[in-house]
């Protein structure tokens, strides 16, 4: 686990990213390609993400953000909204609600090397 100053207040992300049919090949390289640029600007921990594939074919991202602030930096970041952007191409970002595993009270994924 990350130290982190006490100002800072880890957030835990779960994203769950739906890909477009036909751009499936496309997604997951682009997922990690996004994740990576946000560890280089140290936007999010150091901690290792989680990646996981669902039945329906869906990728999940689980992280932790350093805080809020750096959300916010995130999103000004015009490199990291050149990811953002491409991956709203492949994908659409589905609820974790809305998947049949996480209607079970133990949740199964098929986990992903990272």
């Known amino acids: 686990m990350s130290e982190l100053p006490l100002h800072f207040m880890r957030l835990t992300f779960i994203i769950v990213y739906k890909p477009y049919k036909g751009r499936e090949q496309e ?16 936007y999010v921990t150091r901690d290792a993400p989680k990646l996981m594939k669902t039945t ?3 990728i999940i991202l689980i992280f932790d953000w350093k ?5 916010n930096r995130a999103q000004a970041d015009p490199i990291i909204q050149n990811h953002w952007m491409k991956l709203a191409k492949l994908c659409e970002f589905e609820k974790s ?9 133990f949740s199964q994924f098929e986990a992903i090397e990272w």
Do not use: R
Request: hydrophobic share 40%.
């Open 56 to 58: 329906n074919g869906s």
């Open 97 to 105: 609600a809305n998947l049949v595993e996480f209607q079970q009270p």
């Open 27 to 42: 997604l997951l390289p682009a997922v990690k390609a996004s994740y990576v640029d946000l560890v280089k600007s140290d």
């Open 67 to 71: 805080s809020e602030e750096m959300i």
